[in-house]
């Protein structure tokens, strides 16, 4: 009992040392044309910071309606992930994202990702992730490699008239495995994107805009997963987040997506509305 006692009150230590942001958040989304009618999402993100690493957990469950019939695609999101500093400009991230389906079809996956980071605090910052991605009956694809090249410049001040900025560029190539030689899919896809952030006082501003081809693919560093039969052309982000106080912040953001659905082969496209309230404990 009195290891027990020494071990509880040590990690009590440990984790009054940490800082700790909680995250509730929602988001909306309305399609235009195709089976899907609107989807809703509610989730809750948790982060624990050293100096040296983060952990970082999220759970979200998502409803999609179909148009034509009365179904509805229930869907649990489940993520973990580590980053530890490995030298004074590295940094190694390693995530596992599970996704559990429920209704008429099985989008269930299983996401691995790992992230190796270089970077100048508030001057330069470039990167490579690796993804896997395995996938249940009703995908089209039943395993997906994926690897993202990014690289962004700082510029600027926070505290003057425009702010501080950062640019980031990405290009991201996907390999996915149909799992028979008559599978329709291309060996791969390609996609490129452009990111401009700003700092101005209590605000961070976002917006964002990428072209190519997506399919299956992993996004907002394995966060947010593109699991169903969508062969995903282009999209557009945009978010602000104001700091209510040194430990506070909610955030809105918009999100449109056009895309092919491959189980129908009709052109459609997403608009998709975030609300988000953060508290950090420090």
Known sequence: MRFIRVF???????????????????????????????SSTKGFYTKFKAPEYSIELNYETTALDYNAT???????????????????NYNLKALYHKISTSGEEDFSANIYLLDLQ??????????TSFAYSSYGSDALAKSVYQVKAYVGTYFGDYKSTMGAFLIKTDATIIYPNGGDSNSTLDTHYTSIGLTIKQ????FINTISSWMGEKLYSVEDNGFTIYNLNELHSSGFYLSSRYAITRNMGVQLSYTSESFEDLDININDSMQKYLLSFDYTIR
């Open 118 to 127: 270089f970077y100048k605090k508030s001057r330069f910052n470039a990167g």
């Open 199 to 202: 700092y101005k006082g209590d």
């Open 70 to 88: 009365t179904s509805q695609l229930q869907q649990d999101d489940y993520v973990i992930s580590y980053s530890q500093k490995i030298s004074n």
């Open 8 to 38: 509880l009150l040590l990690a009590f230590t440990q984790l009054l040392a940490l800082d700790i942001t909680l995250a509730p958040y929602m988001t909306k989304a309305n399609y235009k044309d195709a089976s899907k009618d609107s």
